[in-house]
């Protein structure tokens, strides 16, 4: 509901929307996607016609695909996305400077960090 506030203030449209979601895991730095909460993000913003692209390099894309039908990206397109949620704190994007993550949003975006990676001064929003 955050997010959906925070594209509701930029007037940024949520039906149809391109989204990046950065990480699935269950923890930091692991292959482990049990008992995840980032699926749930996933699957609720499915009801808004999103298209959602999928980032986790701890991930194994097909193992993933097989039991969740759903197709992680090898890395997320510049100038593109209406919002990106970062949902789990891997070394590599904390190491990923802010810029480039920032580069992955269109013109008009919102950033919503759900594990504090980044300073609030430069997120949209954080959980």
């Known amino acids: 509901q955050q ?24 923890k930091e730095n692991c292959p482990d996607t049990r008992n995840s909460r980032s699926i749930d993000v996933y699957n609720e913003l499915l009801k808004y016609n999103s298209k959602i692209d999928v980032y986790d390099p701890w991930v194994n ?14 890395l997320p397109k ?25 580069s992955f949003g269109k013109k008009n975006f919102v950033i919503y960090d759900a594990k504090y990676i980044f300073d609030k001064s430069l997120v949209d929003g954080r959980l």
């Open 3 to 26: 997010l959906l506030q925070k594209m509701s203030k930029k007037k940024i449209s949520i039906n149809k929307a391109n989204i990046l979601l950065m990480g699935l895991t269950f």
């Open 78 to 102: 510049k100038n593109y996305y209406d919002a990106i949620i970062i949902l789990v704190s891997h070394k590599i994007f904390k190491d990923m400077p802010i810029k480039k993550i920032k």
């Open 61 to 74: 894309k097909k193992e993933y695909y097989d039991e969740h039908r759903i197709n992680l990206i090898n």
